[in-house]
């Protein structure tokens, strides 16, 4: 069974750093483009970033553009989220999420299947 | 970015009630369209792509139509599991978008 574990969530002060994993097992995680998805307390589904299976091409929600990285690491089947200049507003669970396509696709498809159960990330003085 | 809005955003039904969801978005977006189910304290799980394609294990009582801008998730006969968050979400562009999301809860 496909398995997403994401891990590195916590407090952070406005202004610092974190740095979210997502563990993968039971798929073939080289093959697959994978994205963050993030949700505030109580509110609705963001989409955060996007990264090709094989890292090559990277998209990302004006929101974190210049803040945040997107990248993978497909020896060791680990999806990173680097975030910097932390705000307020990136207080969140942050879910890694596989795309649904894969490389005989190239291009991601768009959508989410499976999603990680997350980890929520607090910002916070 | 290209802005999805559902309607409406909370409701009550009972269970055996037929449920629609609606979902718009601010340009046409052919059939890219993505709907999720959301419980409390859980992951979304994907229900339907391509607007009308059901996932390899939803019940046939979920069902998808539209095409462009307008968009519904069509909940045949409620059972007493699918009390939950519903998100349509398109992919058509980036960045990707999320409507605000449907709560039905139990009448």
């Known amino acids: 069974q496909v398995q997403l574990v994401e891990s590195g969530g916590g407090v952070v002060q406005p202004g610092r750093s974190l740095r979210l994993s997502c563990a993968a097992s039971?798929?073939?995680?080289?093959?697959?483009?994978m994205h963050w998805v993030r949700q505030a307390p109580g509110k609705g589904l963001e989409w955060v970033a996007i990264i090709w299976f094989d890292g090559t091409n990277k998209f990302y929600a004006d929101s974190v553009k210049g803040r945040f990285t997107i990248s993978r690491d497909n020896s060791k089947n680990t999806l990173y989220l680097q975030m910097n200049s932390l705000r307020a507003e990136d207080t969140a669970v942050y879910h890694c999420?596989?795309?649904?396509?894969?490389?005989?696709?190239?291009?991601?498809?768009?959508?989410?299947?499976?999603w990680g159960q997350g980890t929520l990330v607090t910002v916070s003085s | 970015a290209i802005r999805m809005t559902q309607s409406p955003s909370s409701f009550s039904a009972s269970t055996g009630d037929r449920v629609t969801i609606t979902c718009r978005a601010s340009?046409?977006?052919?059939?890219?369209l993505a709907w999720y189910q959301q419980k409390p304290g859980k992951a979304p799980e994907l229900l339907l792509y391509a607007a009308s394609t059901l996932q390899t294990g939803v019940p046939s009582r979920f069902s998808g139509s539209g095409s462009g801008t307008d968009f519904t998730l069509t909940i045949s006969c409620l059972q007493s599991d699918d009390f939950a968050t519903y998100y349509c979400q398109q992919y058509y562009s980036y960045p990707l978008t999320f409507g605000q999301g449907t709560k039905v809860e139990i009448k």
């Open positions: 999420a596989r795309d649904f396509g894969n490389i005989y696709d190239y291009n991601p498809r768009g959508w989410f299947d499976p």
């Open positions: 340009q046409g977006i052919s059939n890219s």
């Open positions: 039971e798929f073939t995680f080289s093959s697959y483009s």
